[in-house]
């Protein structure tokens, strides 16, 4: 099964902070990933897919790049209800991998 | 609008069988794959299978192959989770979502999930 390990496991941040968060696979997934934002109690959401590009209805301020093994959620500007934690998912092959997490918190 | 909506919670025995649902509206239900994902409490996500409503094609992941059973009702458009024999350690969050035409895809739509609480 591929692996997928995220960095950090958990950051601190301000309102308007750039934040950047970090998925890699453990073998080569070409643009197989997908962002999730969940918050408390809440299912999760589908933020970027194909490791780029942005669902309807999310901010631009969400973004994804990256392929192969190492790819890169970005907030540009962090807004109050981007408070949650963020999960990358493979779907270049069986069985589909969630990696562990990302919680953002604030400052 | 397409949602998908889950059976309520559970509170089951250990050794008891359960069958959850999540019923899919406002698409073509059997033309988009299933999933099914696992949250225990205070946990990351883990996919459990997938299932494509128009022909039952289900795939598991080797976690839970033979743990669960995954199926679908395509003329009331619902899926299922099943347990034959409930342990402690299945008591988490269960979520169904929507992946697309493709069996490999990621999860546009989700439940809002179905609280599985085993306990003697």
């Known amino acids: 099964a591929i692996q997928l390990t995220q960095s950090p496991s958990s950051l601190s941040a301000s309102v308007g902070d750039r934040v950047t968060i970090t998925c890699r696979a453990s073998q080569g997934i070409s643009s197989a990933l997908a962002w999730y934002q969940q918050k408390p109690g809440k299912a999760p959401k589908l933020l970027i897919y194909?490791?780029?590009s942005l669902e309807s209805g999310v901010p631009s301020r969400f973004s994804g790049s990256g392929s192969g093994t190492d790819f890169t959620l970005t907030i540009s500007s962090l807004q109050p209800e981007d408070f949650a934690t963020y999960y990358c998912?493979?779907?270049?092959?069986?069985?589909?991998?969630f990696g562990p997490g990302t919680k953002v918190d604030i400052k | 609008e397409v949602q998908l909506v889950q059976s309520g919670a559970e509170v089951k025995k250990p050794g008891e069988s359960l069958k959850i649902s999540c019923k899919g509206s406002g698409y073509s239900f059997t033309s988009y794959w299933i999933g099914w994902v696992r949250q225990m409490p205070g946990k990351g996500l883990e996919w459990m299978g997938i299932?494509?409503?128009?022909?039952?094609?289900?795939r598991y992941s080797p976690s839970f192959q033979g743990q669960v059973t995954i199926s679908a009702d395509k003329s009331i458009s619902t899926a299922y989770l099943q347990w034959s024999s409930l342990k402690a350690s299945d008591t988490a969050m269960y979520y169904c979502?929507?992946?697309?035409?493709?069996?490999?895809?990621?999860?546009?739509?989700w439940g809002q999930g179905t609280l599985v609480t085993v306990s003697s």
């Open positions: 979502a929507r992946g697309n035409w493709a069996a490999l895809a990621h999860f546009d739509y």
């Open positions: 194909d490791a780029s």
């Open positions: 998912q493979q779907f270049n092959s069986y069985p589909l991998t």
């Open positions: 299932i494509y409503p128009g022909d039952s094609d289900t």
